[in-house]
């Protein structure tokens, strides 16, 4: 992938516009935004659209996905959110009935003002509604169903699955309204349209998959050399310049031929192998890797 900070990645399909649309209509009953972000890429997986959508609404930051995220780079950005940015953030690991435990709490907390002036008018509170959005591929669907307990969203691993608004109801505490992934119009940013795409945010196909994946492996070799080397038994050299695309290439067709990713007459089948590391990337089969951190 060719590094070009001018680069506009245009991935808008029609009804991202229209549910654009039917959320700021619903936005007057709207008390609280939920916006589910991935700890792996935490500003690169934020859309500013939402944050203007939220009209000064109170407003929860979840970081999803930790448990596929380095650790410690999570809490640098969690302290950033806090401490700079003053958003009330929560890291999640979705799969996790202690973190989702935490997430209910975190959510009664908000609901506690509108109890306490139901009783003291004597009547009954309403359920608290909330949206819940983010960019594709962010787990918003899989935090839905958690919540609710059954499943009432599609949930697949691919982005662009939700496709529509509907508000769900969480027994008589909560309403979620249910949005698709929203992407900005244009993505102006060469490192987010890198960072979205290797976390499958933006469809394989918007961005040449083995540009990508070399970009990824040279990624993950700055930041991450240890679990690179034993994932693909490699043995890189400790001093090598990380401009030196010939040497990386030469070591990413290494790792190529040592996972099995071999065609006819022994050429390296480096189609094969992009798919391979991205899905062992995004599956965490590499190790915890974050691709973002805090300035």
């Given at each position: 992938?060719?590094?070009?900070?001018?680069?506009?990645?245009?991935?808008?399909?029609?009804?991202m516009?229209?549910s654009?649309?039917?959320?700021?209509e619903?936005?007057s009953?709207?008390?609280?935004?939920?916006e589910?972000?991935d700890?792996?890429?935490p500003?690169?997986?934020?859309?500013?659209?939402?944050?203007?959508?939220?009209?000064?609404?109170?407003?929860?930051?979840i970081?999803?996905?930790?448990?596929?995220a380095d650790?410690?780079i999570?809490?640098?950005?969690?302290?950033?959110?806090?401490?700079?940015e003053?958003?009330?953030?929560?890291?999640?690991?979705?799969?996790?009935?202690?973190?989702?435990a935490?997430?209910?709490?975190?959510l009664?907390?908000?609901?506690?003002?509108?109890?306490?002036?139901?009783?003291?008018?004597?009547?009954?509170?309403?359920?608290?509604?909330?949206?819940?959005?983010?960019v594709?591929?962010?787990?918003?669907?899989?935090l839905?169903?958690?919540l609710?307990?059954?499943?009432?969203?599609?949930?697949?691993?691919?982005?662009?699955v939700t496709?529509?608004?509907r508000?769900?109801?969480?027994?008589?505490?909560?309403?979620l309204?249910?949005?698709?992934?929203?992407?900005?119009?244009?993505?102006?940013?060469?490192?987010?349209?890198?960072?979205?795409?290797?976390?499958?945010?933006?469809?394989?196909?918007?961005?040449p998959?083995e540009?990508?994946?070399?970009?990824?492996?040279?990624e993950i070799?700055?930041?991450?050399?240890?679990e690179?080397?034993?994932?693909?038994?490699?043995?890189?050299?400790?001093?090598?310049?990380?401009?030196?695309?010939?040497y990386?290439?030469?070591?990413?067709?290494?790792?190529?031929?040592?996972?099995?990713c071999?065609l006819?007459?022994?050429?390296?089948d480096?189609?094969?192998f992009?798919?391979?590391?991205?899905g062992d990337?995004?599956?965490g089969?590499?190790?915890?890797?974050s691709?973002?951190r805090?300035?």
């Amino acid at each position: 992938m060719a590094e070009n900070n001018d680069r506009q990645i245009q991935w808008y399909p029609g009804h991202m516009a229209r549910s654009t649309r039917q959320i700021r209509e619903q936005l007057s009953r709207v008390d609280l935004l939920v916006e589910v972000a991935d700890a792996r890429i935490p500003l690169s997986s934020r859309n500013p659209l939402l944050r203007d959508l939220s009209q000064n609404k109170e407003h929860l930051l979840i970081l999803s996905h930790a448990d596929l995220a380095d650790p410690q780079i999570t809490d640098a950005w969690l302290n950033y959110f806090r401490q700079k940015e003053e958003i009330r953030a929560l890291v999640l690991c979705l799969n996790s009935a202690a973190d989702l435990a935490k997430l209910r709490k975190e959510l009664q907390n908000f609901h506690l003002p509108y109890l306490k002036k139901a009783q003291y008018k004597g009547r009954q509170a309403r359920a608290l509604r909330i949206l819940v959005g983010g960019v594709p591929n962010t787990g918003k669907s899989t935090l839905i169903n958690a919540l609710i307990g059954k499943r009432s969203t599609a949930v697949e691993s691919r982005p662009g699955v939700t496709r529509s608004i509907r508000w769900l109801r969480v027994g008589t505490e909560f309403e979620l309204l249910d949005s698709p992934g929203l992407l900005e119009p244009k993505i102006s940013s060469d490192s987010a349209a890198f960072a979205l795409a290797a976390t499958g945010a933006i469809k394989d196909d918007i961005l040449p998959l083995e540009d990508l994946a070399f970009r990824l492996f040279r990624e993950i070799h700055a930041h991450y050399p240890a679990e690179l080397t034993e994932r693909y038994e490699l043995a890189p050299d400790a001093d090598v310049d990380p401009d030196d695309i010939e040497y990386f290439y030469d070591l990413y067709q290494e790792a190529a031929s040592h996972k099995g990713c071999i065609l006819s007459g022994g050429r390296i089948d480096t189609e094969r192998f992009a798919r391979m590391l991205l899905g062992d990337f995004r599956s965490g089969k590499i190790g915890r890797i974050s691709l973002e951190r805090p300035s």
